[in-house]
Structure formats: structure tokens, C-alpha cells
């Protein structure tokens, strides 16, 4: 299992651009939950932390393999996957962004040895 935490700096003037993409995204939990599924992820989380100097995002996610997760939604033709690379593209500044260190993570389901 892959874990990874990104801190990711909002282009200035798009927080509500990605607010109102993440609102879209709970209407839609079917699809979501099938392109999540595909990708392998087992667990997609965004926080938003807004900061004297910006805002940024806190997206943590789980996979099978974040490798492979990512290469399918570089290939995918689902809608959503499409339209999360362009909100990536038009919101995130990835020139302040970074990935943060895990130092502890466990979940109750993973760990119970059958």
C-alpha cells in the first residue's frame, strides 16, 4: 500500500474554483468512488488550510500503488478523471507545492491480520 500527503499551493484568486469542483464532486459520489476504484486509490483526502500567504491544499491519498494510480489517470477517458487533471491544471500552483513527510499512518481495516 502507497501513501502519500502533498501540500499544495491554490493559485491566487482560484480557491472558490476548487471549492465549488470539490461540492461538484460529493454530488457525483457514484462516479467518483468507480474512478477511484480503477485508479486503485483506496483513499482520496483534500483539506484546505488557508494561510497568511495563500491558500493551500493538504491531499492525501492511499493506493494500492500510487505508480499505477497515477498512470491510469494520465490515460483515463472517464469524465472525471478528465475534468480532475484540468482543475489540477487550472488551480494548483505546482511550483509551491510539496510533498510532506508521513510519519505515522494505519488504518483499523488494513491491520487486522486474518
Same mark, same amino acid.
Given at each position: 500500500?502507497?501513501?502519500?500527503?502533498?501540500?499544495?499551493?491554490?493559485?491566487?484568486?482560484?480557491?472558490?474554483?476548487?471549492?465549488?469542483?470539490?461540492?461538484?464532486?460529493?454530488?457525483?459520489?457514484?462516479?467518483?468512488?468507480?474512478?477511484?476504484? *480503477?485508479?486503485?486509490? #483506496?483513499?482520496? $483526502?483534500?483539506? %484546505?488550510?488557508?494561510?497568511? !500567504?495563500? &491558500?493551500?491544499?493538504?491531499?492525501?491519498?492511499?493506493?494500492?500503488?500510487?505508480?499505477?494510480?497515477?498512470?491510469?489517470?494520465?490515460?483515463?477517458?472517464?469524465?472525471?478523471?478528465?475534468?480532475?487533471?484540468?482543475?489540477?491544471? *487550472?488551480?494548483?500552483? #505546482?511550483?509551491? $507545492?510539496?510533498? %510532506?513527510?508521513?510519519?505515522? !499512518?494505519? &488504518?483499523?481495516?488494513?491491520?487486522?491480520?486474518?
Amino acid at each position: 500500500m502507497d501513501v502519500q500527503c502533498l501540500k499544495v499551493k491554490l493559485k491566487e484568486g482560484q480557491t472558490d474554483t476548487f471549492i465549488k469542483y470539490t461540492e461538484n464532486l460529493k454530488k457525483n459520489m457514484n462516479q467518483v468512488v468507480k474512478a477511484l476504484s *480503477k485508479e486503485t486509490m #483506496m483513499v482520496e $483526502s483534500i483539506f %484546505l488550510d488557508r494561510a497568511a !500567504d495563500g &491558500d493551500y491544499l493538504i491531499f492525501y491519498t492511499r493506493a494500492e500503488s500510487l505508480q499505477k494510480a497515477n498512470e491510469y489517470m494520465m490515460q483515463s477517458t472517464d469524465p472525471v478523471d478528465i475534468e480532475g487533471l484540468e482543475i489540477i491544471q *487550472k488551480t494548483w500552483d #505546482m511550483t509551491a $507545492s510539496k510533498v %510532506l513527510e508521513v510519519l505515522f !499512518d494505519v &488504518d483499523r481495516i488494513g491491520s487486522v491480520k486474518a
